[in-house]
């Protein structure tokens, strides 16, 4: 075990040796071919964009904004070829991206702060809005945007104009709007992984007084994971593939130069095979379900295999999987925005309706045996119904800058959640009860029960197939205030009540009565030696929540209520007109919710906990930085330092079994970040890179404690406190070149990187989850037209083909053993795009 542990810290320090040398290249070579502009041409002297943002909700510069925003621009995310939001964290230090059992369970996070996001009854730490609607959970609004404008990443708590549920920050999203100018675009793209997308738009006006725009997307892909499906009856030898279309609409009537009315239509399908998982570290009991796939005398089929046997290779990308690995996902809405400056101020109100739907099914073991069956179908369904309105308004009087609003939105919540034993649970569970004392004895079940395995937990019965029903309503009232105190000198202030009222219906179905678990209580030979590996074992799975009599038939009617303020206070002073520092304070805060999952007392108890509320999560954050644009504004230069302190942080656990929602005491998220923005003395040449470093930290875990390393699923102790998925390192380098070849001809190139330390993608911070430090390094060649009518462009995402995981956890039935969604390889393919 020490060598293993010495000679993976020896590479994951190569890694980072090899990464950080990549970096200093590129670096160099840009340097090299600045100073080599310097020395050649400084007739055309550059200049930097301005960048107009939109995170004290009016248009302001970038550099004037007393808040830590990173703004990538249309054309940055076409370099980038980033068209969603899981894509937008190659661009962004301290964001990472990630998804687990359906890429609608999307999860963002900002400075190590997020939600884990398989269970729906927790809402996202990181609000995602779109076209100023707020998306209820972040893989609502994972998916391509069509064509886009801009988006903004607003980082720390953003409560006081953005609402509840943003107390790490915001990602905000603005597409492109309808133009009165006659265009066409059209994009086609061919890759590896048999990648084929193709997408086309259109916009113009629709009269003199208004106009339209109209794009419809479309991809298909194969999937990034083979897999070995065993008996079936799944038959698809990949997953993690991509399957999905696109339409986005929208209508812009401006009667006058006063009023503008802009409504919005979106619809997207998704039918597709994902998420596949793969063995990242063994458990003890992996021989049992190889023996049930390839015995004849249990079932199986010689040669065959149920699972990867050690040693793993996780890079191979092959995964288990009997039963269909299914996700489909409809997402569909519609929303009006009307502006009206009514002289003395400006007049918004933003009205939106959303519907999300996802329809899954997924072996959920993970292995080609059937120990459980999660099947596709209304029985495992999510679906997010939500309303809103926004009003506000907004203007200017003297030196004061003045902001009133409300807000207002009513959500509902269906959550289906089936599972059953297999067809091979009876003797996986024997099997398994017996090896804790020595070979395994297929025939335990049989001789603790007097029936033939098969008739105890009867497939596709015996288990779960529990609903849920939850009611959000909340309303608020919000202003912000800007005074010009004196000449470079302003106050920011804010504040922001929040009323939320939360109901949740509860229904817990057995199909079986839970008879199987019954029965096994019942047995005296089990009760009476409850000491014994054997029968604790036989109580722990065969009595696991989809198991556990119980439940079954109960129902159970929660509800809370909540008021909650928010407020910051800002003080910038501009030192000079390219100067800018400022120094803030906020707090904000996360709803409290409900579990809407199966619960014990105890991590591995058999009796009920129906109160499943958890309280509000709480931070109060400072702040300190500086906005300057330097060198005759080519080089922008903003820096921050924070502390954000979290109370009663909410962590989402699953620990193999059943998932838990605990409330960890304290949390700290402190450090400092760079961003810089170069537009060099070599003409067409522009650099950008941001670093961020952030000690995200368990200070107090409280009443959360068992659910951490060492615990119920491992002996290993943790390696330190931070939480999951918070690098203590984070920085991103890019570089984007445009040269002339001819009067018709022009070379476009963009490269750029992504690193991060090594962090841990387990909540309960089990060694064997750690991701070590890696880099993505994506690069894109094009030539065309100068004016942009025809681009062909060659590309390459995850270059070197790095594997790193997304989320490890614990296999689901199976003791000590950890399994992990894998992030996307190395991919490469051509592009076509034109416009006229």
């Not at 003199?208 to 083979?226: H, T, V």
């Not at 079940?445 to 009867?458: E, M, Q, R, V």
Request: some cysteine.
């Amino acid at each position: 075990m020490a060598f293993t542990s010495k000679v993976a810290a020896r590479n994951q320090s190569n890694r980072i040796g090899a990464h950080r040398r990549h970096i200093a290249g590129l670096l160099a070579i840009s340097a090299t071919w600045s100073l080599g502009a310097w020395a050649a041409d400084t007739s055309n002297q550059p200049a930097l964009t301005e960048i107009i943002v939109t995170a004290q909700k009016r248009e302001q510069n970038i550099q004037d904004v007393p808040v830590s925003v990173m703004a990538v621009s249309a054309q940055e995310l076409q370099d980038a070829g980033v068209k969603d939001i899981k894509n937008l964290q190659v661009l962004t230090p301290g964001v990472t991206v990630t998804s687990t059992t359906s890429e609608n369970v999307t999860t963002a996070r900002i400075r190590g702060i997020g939600t884990v996001g398989d269970n729906p009854g927790l809402e996202s730490s990181v609000g995602v809005i779109i076209d100023g609607v707020y998306r209820a959970r972040n893989g609502v609004g994972f998916g391509d945007l069509g064509e886009l404008e801009q988006i903004e990443v607003l980082e720390g708590p953003q409560g006081e104009l953005f609402g509840k549920n943003n107390d790490a920050g915001v990602i905000n999203v603005v597409t492109k709007r309808p133009s009165m100018t006659f265009g066409v675009t059209a994009e086609a793209t061919v890759g590896n992984y048999n990648d084929r997308e193709i997408s086309a738009s259109v916009t113009g006006p629709l009269g003199d007084i208004s106009a339209a725009r109209f794009y419809a997307g479309y991809q298909r892909r194969d999937g990034f994971l083979n897999v070995d499906t065993g008996p079936g009856p799944g038959n698809e030898n990949n997953t993690d593939n991509r399957n999905v279309y696109t339409m986005r609409g929208q209508y812009l009537l401006t009667p006058s130069n006063a009023v503008s009315f802009l409504v919005i239509g979106d619809y997207s399908k998704r039918n597709e095979s994902c998420c596949g998982a793969v063995q990242t570290a063994d458990g003890p009991f992996y021989g049992i379900i190889n023996a049930l796939a390839s015995v004849p005398e249990l079932g199986g089929t010689p040669g065959a295999s149920g699972m990867a046997s050690p040693p793993l290779s996780p890079q191979d990308r092959n995964a288990w999987a009997n039963q269909p690995v299914v996700q489909q996902i409809r997402d569909m809405g519609i929303s009006g925005q009307l502006d009206w400056d009514l002289g003395f101020g400006k007049f918004t109100s933003i009205s939106a309706w959303r519907d999300n739907t996802l329809t899954a099914g997924n072996d959920f073991d993970y292995t080609s045996v059937d120990i459980v069956q999660d099947p596709a179908g209304e029985g495992n369904l999510v679906d997010f119904k939500v309303a809103s309105e926004e009003l506000r308004l907004a203007g200017k009087d003297g030196p004061l800058n003045w902001l009133v609003g409300a807000f207002a939105s009513s959500e509902i919540l269906v959550s289906n959640s089936a599972i059953y034993a297999g067809n091979d649970f009876d003797l996986y569970l024997s099997g398994l009860s017996s090896a804790a004392v020595g070979p395994p004895n297929f025939l335990l079940t049989t001789d603790l029960t007097g029936k033939p395995p098969g008739s105890l937990f009867i497939p596709g019965v015996s288990g779960q197939a529990d609903w849920y029903h939850e009611t959000s309503k909340s309303y608020a009232f919000f202003t912000n205030e800007t005074y010009n105190i004196t000449q470079g000198l302003d106050l920011t202030g804010g504040v922001r009540y929040t009323s939320t009222m939360k109901t949740a219906d509860s229904n817990y179905v057995s199909p079986d009565g839970g008879s199987a678990c019954g029965q096994l209580l019942a047995n005296p030979a089990v009760v009476g030696d409850l000491a014994s590996p054997e029968n604790q074992f036989l109580v722990a799975l065969g009595c696991a929540t989809p198991f556990n009599p119980f439940f079954a038939g109960k129902s159970t009617v929660q509800s809370l209520s909540e008021g909650n303020v928010e407020g910051t206070v800002k003080l910038a002073y501009h030192f000079t007109d390219d100067v800018m520092g400022y120094v803030s304070w906020a707090n904000g805060y996360k709803a409290g919710g409900f579990n809407l999952a199966r619960v014990t007392a105890g991590l591995v108890g058999v009796t009920p906990d129906f109160d499943t509320e958890f309280p509000r999560e709480s931070v109060e954050s400072y702040e300190l930085g500086l906005k300057s644009e330097l060198a005759d504004r080519t080089v922008r230069l903003n820096a921050s330092v924070f502390d954000q302190q979290y109370k009663n942080f909410q962590l989402n656990t699953y620990t193999g079994l059943q998932f838990v929602v605990s409330s960890v005491r304290h949390v700290e998220s402190k450090g400092a970040e760079v961003n810089v923005d170069w537009a060099t003395p070599l003409q067409g040449l522009s650099l950008s890179g941001g670093v961020v470093y952030a000690f995200t930290n368990i200070t107090e875990f409280g009443e959360s404690q068992p659910l951490f390393a060492p615990n119920q699923a491992t002996t290993l102790n943790r390696l330190n406190n931070r939480l999951s998925f918070a690098p203590l390192w984070s920085g991103v380098a890019s570089a984007t070149y445009t040269v002339p070849l001819s009067g018709s001809l022009q070379f476009h190139a963009n490269v750029n990187d992504k690193y991060n330390s090594s962090y841990n993608t387990g909540s309960d911070l089990d060694p064997r989850k750690l991701q070590g430090a890696y880099g993505l390094l994506n690069a894109r060649l094009g030539i065309g037209a100068p004016d942009g009518r025809w681009t062909v462009e060659i590309w390459g995402n995850n270059l070197a083909d790095k594997l790193f995981y997304q989320v490890a956890f614990d296999a689901p039935f199976q003791y000590d053993q950890i399994d992990a969604f894998l992030g996307d390889p190395r991919t490469f393919g051509i592009t076509f795009r034109t416009k006229f």
